[in-house]
């Protein structure tokens, strides 16, 4: 069985959807604060599994593409007053041409070496942001205003409003990622997973293919870097940390690698266990840590995957007895 | 600012960071040569060497004690690791390894904060190296001095038992092409062993070491971990003459960097891995033959 298979991703994406609408509105102000977070980092969540689930490009540096995204937000609110509508898109180019440039290096490189780099060009990110005074060095920046939605009546410091519009975000860059996995170019980037060679000698312009893949989860980083940007309105070059990269790995394979669900799965689970756990000890990253060595080890495919194998049981169960009752 | 004796000072500091770092990637290249296994939790062992080095210094009451056992302790750590997860892994694709190295880092630094507490601790100076010399008319702490003597040792040490012994050869083997060094009869598994538990021995080793010039805290893994990884991928991984001239790149490219430059030392490092890895996509030495 593959744990890739998309049969279930609808009603999953639905049941996704529904609780995060339930759950935003009757919440409270903490529970829109997380709600926000889990959708922000869903976005981050879903732009690194377009490139490592799919293309197989296991990129340890997306946390430098997410941070430039809110620190491009940040200056050009805080510094020359832009509205945040004309921030976000510079923010994203900005993410994208980053990734670009690192993509023309990396798209070369497999396995080990790629991880490697892909962290130092992360590492590069952060340890400029943390010297730079102008961005506020590592006491970070603050400031950034949230999104003006006041055309549509709509008051995004209201945490009702601004969890659902970044959940609204999440739907996009999911249905734009699910539509791009199904053309084409989407089942060239699995081909080019399964086998570079093959898809070299058919005549796909193999490194561009990758090199598109990595500029556009770079770009959507950047989106989602600008959205934690206005979450909290503070930011720190903490954001760029390799191991918020890691992290961020660690979520794609909780909920299911290369399924664009599962990584929506795997943030809900992972953020939601973070606050419940810090909020009962002070060492909850032992706790985490050992959770993740488990679902590393042994939940091949990540939740999505065990959700896969549970319909596979109950389905495959059902029409055993069926035949075994013809027999009879 | 640029006269001698400042050279020869920033000279000595930046071979005393090599050394350290050499230590540490040594072990780390090794075994990612011999396993195509990163081991991201070679940090944490340092910082565990460290610690081991704080609590064996105050209960014997003398930095050698530590300095012996210390990095005993660690390797075991690392031996109970390799036998009851790296060992389920061998044939894992590196992302998974990875991960669970990255998970170790988080179980480690809380375990540290458990243990020892969250305040930084300090080791003593031992007696014989704590004092001060004279060299081309600046003073330097004799201790550091013994950081460089020690890191060549190793390094000589290393060389020999790679070069000149039978289970040198093997591992050299076992780099180039582990499929036939199988083939010809040899337990190579019980060679990764070893050789994953020199590696620790090592890292610990440069934790005790470092403990007395740098202070001692949790998190104190993460800085040097990176350079360290640097020093493998810049070095070439596998290679003993590669994590030589890693170090001594990354350590000098450091040191000077900090004090010529203040702000874009590090920038500096990862743009020349970059370039390194631009132009050379297995490291400067490269040890591989077969693909």
Redesign the interface.
């Known amino acids: 069985m593959k744990y890739t298979d998309t049969k279930l991703r609808p009603y999953v994406f639905i049941m996704l959807l529904l609780g995060a609408i339930i759950y935003g509105n009757t919440t409270g102000y903490y529970g829109n604060e997380i709600l926000a977070e889990i959708a922000i980092y869903a976005i981050l969540a879903m732009a690194l599994d377009l490139v ?1 689930g799919y293309a197989g490009m ?1 990129s ?1 540096g997306h946390a430098g593409f997410f941070a430039l995204g809110a620190y491009v937000t940040a200056a050009l609110t805080v510094f020359f007053d832009w509205p945040v509508v004309a921030a976000m898109p510079l923010a994203i180019l900005g993410a994208a041409l980053l990734a670009f440039v690192t993509g023309i ?1 990396v798209v ?2 497999t ?3 790629f ?3 892909t ?3 992360g ?2 990110v952060y ?2 942001l943390f ?2 005074r102008t961005f506020g060095g590592d006491d970070g920046m603050s400031g950034t205003p949230r999104l003006d939605l006041s055309w549509f009546n709509l008051n995004t410091d209201d945490p009702v409003v601004f969890s659902m519009l970044t959940v609204a975000f999440a739907v996009v860059v999911y249905l734009i990622f699910v539509v791009l996995s199904r053309s084409p170019y989407g089942h060239a980037l699995i081909g080019i997973h399964q086998n570079e060679n093959r898809m070299r000698a058919l005549g796909c312009p193999v490194r561009l293919y990758k090199l598109a893949a990595f500029t556009a989860s770079g770009a959507v980083a950047g989106l989602a870097g600008s959205l934690v940007a206005q979450l909290s309105g503070f930011i720190s070059p903490e954001l760029s940390f ?2 918020v990269s ?1 992290e961020l ?2 979520m794609v ?1 909780v909920g299911g690698m290369g399924t664009f669900i599962g990584p929506i799965v795997g943030t809900a689970v992972v953020i939601s266990l973070k606050h419940e756990l810090s909020s009962m000890t ?5 706790v ?3 959770f ?2 488990a679902i ?2 042994f939940a091949e495919g990540g939740l999505y995957g065990l959700i896969l194998r549970l319909r596979h049981l109950l389905f495959s169960r059902k029409r055993n007895a069926t035949v075994a009752g013809e027999k009879t | 600012m640029f006269d001698l004796p400042f050279l020869i000072v920033q000279l000595l500091n930046g071979l005393q960071l090599s050394m350290l770092l050499f230590l540490l990637a040594v072990g780390l290249s090794v075994v990612f040569g011999l396993m195509n296994f990163i081991n991201l939790a070679h940090g944490t062992l340092y910082m565990f060497g460290a610690y081991f080095a704080v609590s064996v210094a105050k209960m014997s009451g003398s930095y050698w004690g530590a300095f012996l056992l210390a990095p005993i302790g660690v390797a075991l750590i690392g031996a109970v690791f390799y036998k009851t997860i790296l060992v389920r892994m061998q044939q894992d694709q590196p992302m998974k390894q990875v991960l669970v190295t990255f998970a170790m880092i988080f179980i480690g630094f809380d375990a540290v904060r458990m243990i020892w507490g969250n305040f930084p601790e300090v080791v003593p100076t031992p007696d014989i190296f704590s004092g001060s010399t004279t060299i081309f008319g600046e003073t330097y702490p004799v201790y550091r001095l013994f950081i460089i003597g020690l890191g060549l040792a190793v390094m000589l040490l290393l060389y020999l038992g790679l070069e000149r012994t039978r289970i040198g050869a093997i591992v050299r083997a076992g780099v180039d092409d582990p499929d036939t060094v199988v083939t010809l009869g040899i337990n190579v598994r019980r060679v990764f062993f070893w050789v994953f538990c020199l590696g620790c021995y090592l890292a610990g080793l440069a934790g005790v070491v470092a403990a007395p010039v740098f202070s001692v805290f949790p998190g104190m893994d993460m800085a040097t971990l990176i350079l360290a990884l640097i020093v493998v991928i810049v070095g070439g991984p596998g290679s003993l003459k590669g994590a030589v001239l890693g170090s001594l790149i990354i350590g000098m490219v450091d040191t000077f960097g900090q004090v010529l430059i203040p702000g874009f030392a590090s920038v500096i490092i990862y743009a020349l891995m970059a370039l390194i890895l631009l132009t050379r996509p297995h490291g400067l030495v490269s040890v591989r033959t077969s693909a």
Do not use: C, D, P
Request: charge should be positive.
């Open positions: 490592a296991i340890l290096v070369r490189l396995g080990v070496f991880i490697m780099i962290l130092a060009v590492q590069m340890s400029y010297k730079n390799w191991t890691g790995l660690i394979i002070e060492y909850w990253s032992f985490m840590g050992i993740f060595v590393v080890l």
